[in-house]
């Protein structure tokens, strides 16, 4: 069976999420341990505490939705799909899933939503 149009290095790819993947993992976890930490700490500095679990939670959305838009990637990698534009279908170029190996669209789509 022969794939179509895949000219992308996929075992390349897939290192390059689970690497992040891991690294979010990592980094969301200890946001866990940060917000527990601040959360049992002094009562003292409240209005500072509020401010910094604002921040980390901040960072634990942002992390949480690359997390799965990388396992939307692995997906993709899993059916033969990385690589296209999830809305024109177009090729996405190696530069840009070299830049964001996560990204669902081509730049057009990206810059267009
Ligand atoms: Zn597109």
Do not use: W
């Amino acid at each position: 069976m022969q794939n179509p149009v895949q000219t992308v290095d996929t075992a390349h790819f897939e290192r390059m999420l689970l690497a992040r993947k891991e690294e979010i993992e990592r980094r969301l976890k200890k946001i866990d341990t940060d917000l527990g930490t601040l959360k049992s700490a002094d009562s003292a500095e409240r209005a500072t505490e509020a401010e910094n679990d604002e921040v980390l939670e901040e960072f634990g959305q942002v992390g949480e939705e690359e997390l799965r838009a990388i396992d939307a990637a692995l997906d993709r990698i899993a059916n033969g799909r990385y690589g296209q534009c999830m809305k024109c279908g177009e090729q996405i170029s190696v530069e840009r899933l070299k830049a964001v190996p996560h990204t669902p669209f081509c730049k057009d789509c990206a810059t267009s939503i």
